[in-house]
Structure formats: structure tokens, C-alpha cells
């Protein structure tokens, strides 16, 4: 409504114009569009910009048994969690979770999309990698690793047993269910990863490779000297889009662990949804002010992607 | 040593197939294996006999066909709620003329960067204050919006020629028959592309319909099954049978639109 009222109150120049027939329309051009952007704009507000001064304001705020806001503390919420050696190991957990799915995703990307894309005979495997961990919902996947994983009678513990090693404990060692649930992520990001490298890899003109193996170079030395570099945009995408997926990342983690066992897969989201909503929840004061830390990190990594894309990354 | 390598390469690529398709594979499979069977390593899963047990316990513990009904339609209106609210500001943004196109594309270019769990909180709040707490409309309710779809939308109007629009606009037609009846058709790989991602994006949906339904009536699927997983505890055969209903619609949904989605990249491509 406001916009509508706006845009049409600051054309009136162009109403008296002397080419009225031209005016008319352009007066009608303005007022519908404006109107086309208010259900847009609405939900953006509603939905996005007034929680998040919200929640801004929650995180200056104390909560009561009940759960109701009770008076402003200024930035005692903040001191708290920054003195807290708890948020403090949750921070650390949220990192190395990133940075553990991040480079695993990248990694085993490259090794299926490099030779999937140099082997005229094995391309249309593509299909299944890229599809079959997209088809699957992050729900459902973390229940059937959940399934896998079981301690002792689960798929992953036999076969290891059939070896005859001993398992690492799954889900159930903390200093191992971090590993596991990385894992987990991995599996469930590795489609899209595939797919975009694929479509990048599909840019490289075949004379760059050919040229090389010309110079001497094996197709490992090839793909990791030549092509990556010629990648480096989409690479840099993916770390990105990986980066602020696992920061958010809820599904897999709260489906396989719950933050468990001894905290040692609780990350920011995990904790703040065991404060506003967990057993003990309704504690909104000091889980806004995750929140807004959450919030921070993320538009740190969106604020680097945004330099960096701005700039050439390759030759 | 090259010839060696032309060989392993296909070898080494189908190992990798099989590590990634294992999970469902054992999903299926596993789903129709008595429950004894399924705690005796690989040998378990050799289809000797099969049974439909599981699929009882799973259904016995939380009612999956109608979660699936209420996650259809959930990412139906979801869906269509998104694409119209962005395929009118979008059209707005491209052809309305308007002097703060700018300011307001970025408005909704910034809303990318809160992510959903920061605003979870107040829009919980807010749901709950409304009276919507515990319904579907509350679950897609909060994404009726979507900065990504605008602008994928507004990429694709922009590239529209404008001596068509302006020839239009000359010949009298209206502002929403132009949308519908030339800019609508001509952007359909576009449209296509925006339907399947924020199909895909409602159905897996998980944190917020967990949050803010309770009743198991109301959960969507995703949410549902989950619940369902806490229930059972270590019921290996419940849990796979439960896992194997509940992806075989989306199965089925990737199967059917990966031909649609390939059909319009290279509709795409060949312009």
C-alpha cells in the first residue's frame, strides 16, 4: 500500500508532461506495478525484517519461567555467552563441523566429477551420483544412515566386524560422532556438488586437456594442475554455498545425534533450538543472542563471497 | 599406463556409484527383510524371503500416508504461493517503470542473508499469536515469498526483447495480458527450473513444520517420520520401511522431472 501511494505521489511531473497520451500510460504503469510488489513485499516484512528486529530486541532481553520477555538486561545475554566455556565449545563444534563437510563435499566432488568427466565410457554413471542423494529427503537420509549406524547389530558394525575391526562407535563416541554426521552431510550434499562441477568441467575446452597430455601429463597431474585452476569460479561458489549450509545445517544433525553424545556434535543452530524449544526450552533471551551471532557469521561468509565474486578469480 | 588408466576409470567410477546408491539400496531392500534377518550383516540382505512387518510397525507408530497427504499439500501451496508473489514482483521490478526498482529488489535481495534459524524464534511467536499454531497453513505460511525465485525470474524478464514489449504496449495490450499471454509462455524453462527447486525446498522442509506442529494429524511427512524414528528406537526394520515409503513420492517426482529439467536446459541451450 505504502509503495503504491509513494511512487505515484512522485511522478507528478511526468503527469503534466505534454505528451498526454504517453502520460496516462506511464501514470497506469506505476500504479499496477507497485501494486504487483506489495504481496512480495508483505511477506519479506512480516516474515523476515520484523522477526529479525525481534529477535534483536529479544536478545537484549531477559526471559521469565514462562517464557515471556522480562525487561531489558542490555548486553548481559552477550557477556554470558561469550564467558560461557559451553558456547564457547559450541562455536568450536559449528567450525569444524563447516569445515569438515565443506572439504570432504569438495574433495570426493572432484575425485567423482573429474573422471566422470574425462571417461567417455562411464558418463552416463552421472546420473545415479547426482540424482539418487538429491531424490532422497535430508530426513530420510539421516534416518537410514540412522539405520546404519546402529551400535552393534547395524549394517556399518557387521561389515566392520566381518573385517575384523572394531567399530569406531558411531553415533555414540564423542570423539567420533562428529566425523559420522560429517559423513552424513557429505552424502547428502554430494549430488549437487557433482552437478555443478560437471556443468563447469563441461567449459573446458577439450584442447586444454589434450595439450597437456601432449606436455606429459597423466590425467591426475593433468586435472589437478590444469583443470582445477580453469574451475576455480565454481569451486569457490560451492565452498561458499557449502560454508553457509553447514553453518544453518538442523536436519542431519538434529535427526542422527541431537547435539549428542556429551554435546560433542552441538552446534549453533542445534543450540539455539534446545533453548527456545528443547526439554528445558523457552529460554528466548539467550537464544536470540545465538541467534544474532548466527546471523553475524553468516553475513560475514555472504559479505566474503560478495568480494570475491566481484573480483577474477581464475587467469 | 594411459590404457591402464581407461580401464580403471570405469571400474573405479561404478565402485562410486555403488557408495552412494548403498544407502537406499539397503533402504529398499532392507524395508521387506524380517527383522531377525536384518542384524546378520550383508547375508541379511539376500532376498531369500520377504515380509511386510515393518511396514505394519512403522504405520503402527505414526500415520505416514496421511503425513505424506498433508506434506502435498504443503509444498503445493508453497509452491504456488511462491511463484505467484514472485512472478508479479518480478514483473514489477522489470517492466513497472518504477523509480525505487533498485531499493526494492535490494530489500528483497537482503532478506537472503538472514538466514531462517535467526528469525525462527519471532516467528514462532508470531504463528502462535495469530492462531495458526499447529496447522498447515502455518507450515508454508512464513515462505509465501521467495528472494531466490525473484531473482532468477527477474534475470530471465530482462533478457525479454523490449521492441516486443513496446510493440505490444502500442497495440493496447494490458499490463497482465502481456504477462500471461507473452512473457509467462516465453519464459517456461525459467518457470520449470523455479517449480522443481521450490518443490524440492517445501517437501524437504524439517525445522519449522518440527516446530510448529504438534499433533501428529499436522505433521508434514518429514517431520512425522522423524517422530517416528524417536518411537520405534532401534527397530532397524521399522525405520527402513518408514524411510522407503516416505521417499518413493519424491523418487518418483525427481524420475518425472529430470526429464522436464534436461528438456529445458537444452530448450535453453539451443536458443
Not at chain 1, 556438488?193 to 593433468?222: H, K, N, Y
Request: aromatic letters at 10%; hydrophobic letters at 50%.
Amino acid at each position: 500500500m505504502t509503495s503504491s501511494r509513494l511512487s505515484t505521489s512522485l511522478t507528478p511531473k511526468r503527469e503534466r508532461s505534454p505528451r498526454l497520451g504517453g502520460t496516462r500510460r506511464k501514470r497506469g504503469v506505476t500504479m499496477w506495478a507497485s501494486a504487483l510488489l506489495v504481496p512480495a513485499l508483505a511477506f519479506f516484512i512480516v516474515f523476515d525484517y520484523y522477526p529479525l528486529g525481534r529477535v534483536i530486541a529479544l536478545s537484549f532481553q531477559s526471559t521469565d519461567l514462562f517464557g515471556r520477555p522480562s525487561g531489558f538486561i542490555g548486553v548481559r545475554n552477550y557477556v554470558d555467552m561469550f564467558t560461557s566455556p559451553e558456547f564457547l565449545g559450541t562455536l568450536g563444534t559449528t567450525f569444524a563441523f563447516a569445515a569438515g563437510s565443506v572439504v570432504l563435499k569438495l574433495l570426493c566432488g572432484l575425485a567423482i566429477a573429474l573422471p566422470l568427466s574425462t571417461s567417455r565410457r562411464a558418463v552416463w554413471l552421472a546420473r545415479p551420483v547426482v540424482l539418487i542423494p538429491m531424490a532422497v529427503s535430508v530426513a530420510v537420509a539421516g534416518l537410514v544412515f540412522k539405520a546404519i549406524f546402529q551400535p552393534g547389530f547395524g549394517i556399518a558394525d557387521q561389515l566392520l566386524a566381518g573385517i575384523g575391526l572394531p567399530s569406531p562407535g558411531w553415533l555414540t563416541n564423542p570423539n567420533f560422532a562428529l566425523v559420522s554426521v560429517i559423513i552424513v552431510d557429505t552424502w547428502v550434499g554430494i549430488g549437487f556438488t557433482v552437478l555443478i562441477l560437471l556443468a563447469a568441467l563441461a567449459g573446458v575446452p577439450q584442447e586444454v586437456r589434450e595439450a597437456a597430455a601432449i606436455d606429459g601429463a597423466g590425467a591426475f597431474r593433468t586435472g589437478v594442475s590444469v583443470v582445477i585452476p580453469l574451475i576455480s569460479t565454481s569451486i569457490l561458489f560451492l565452498v561458499i554455498y557449502h560454508t553457509v549450509g553447514a553453518l544453518r545445517e538442523f536436519t542431519v544433525i538434529n535427526v542422527l545425534t541431537q547435539g549428542g553424545p556429551a554435546n560433542s556434535t552441538r552446534t549453533l543452530v542445534i543450540d539455539i533450538w534446545n533453548l527456545a524449544f528443547g526439554s528445558s526450552g523457552g529460554n528466548f533471551g539467550d537464544a536470540s543472542a545465538r541467534a544474532i551471532v548466527l546471523l553475524v557469521i553468516v553475513g560475514v561468509v555472504s559479505f566474503i563471497q560478495f568480494r570475491v565474486s566481484n573480483r577474477k578469480v581464475h587467469y | 599406463m594411459n590404457r591402464l588408466g581407461r580401464c580403471l576409470t570405469p571400474v573405479y567410477l561404478t565402485i562410486v556409484v555403488l557408495l552412494i546408491a548403498f544407502p537406499i539400496l539397503y533402504a529398499y531392500v532392507g524395508a521387506f527383510r524380517p527383522a531377525a534377518a536384518l542384524s546378520g550383516g550383508l547375508q541379511g540382505l539376500l532376498p531369500t524371503s520377504f515380509t511386510l512387518h515393518n511396514f505394519g510397525r512403522a504405520l503402527s507408530r505414526a500415520p505416514l500416508f496421511l503425513q505424506l497427504g498433508n506434506s502435498a499439500i504443503v509444498t503445493v501451496a508453497q509452491t504456488v504461493l511462491q511463484l505467484l508473489t514472485s512472478v508479479f514482483a518480478a514483473y514489477a521490478l522489470t517492466f513497472g517503470k518504477l523509480r525505487f526498482a533498485k531499493i526494492i529488489f535490494g530489500v528483497f535481495l537482503v532478506s537472503m542473508m538472514i538466514p531462517g534459524e535467526t528469525t525462527i524464534i519471532a516467528n514462532y511467536l508470531t504463528i502462535r499469536s495469530i492462531g495458526l499454531y499447529d496447522t498447515l497453513v502455518a507450515v508454508f505460511l512464513p515462505f509465501g515469498a521467495s528472494a531466490v525465485t525473484i531473482f532468477l525470474l527477474r534475470q530471465s524478464f530482462a533478457s525479454f526483447p523490449a521492441e516486443i514489449h513496446e510493440a505490444a504496449v502500442l497495440d493496447g495490450v494490458g499490463p497482465m495480458t502481456f504477462l500471461w499471454k507473452f512473457l509467462l509462455p516465453l519464459s517456461r524453462p525459467t518457470i520449470a527450473a523455479a517449480v522443481i527447486t521450490s518443490a524440492i525446498a517445501a517437501w524437504n522442509g524439517y525445522l519449522w513444520p518440527l516446530l510448529i506442529t504438534d499433533s501428529p494429524d499436522k505433521r508434514t511427512v518429514q517431520a512425522g517420520i522423524s517422530q517416528m524414528a524417536d518411537s520405534v528406537g532401534p527397530d532397524i526394520g521399522a525405520l527402513l520401511a518408514g524411510s522407503t515409503l516416505v521417499s518413493i513420492p519424491m523418487i518418483i517426482l525427481v524420475i518425472i522431472g529430470q526429464s522436464a529439467l534436461t528438456r529445458g536446459l537444452t530448450e535453453g541451450a539451443s536458443k
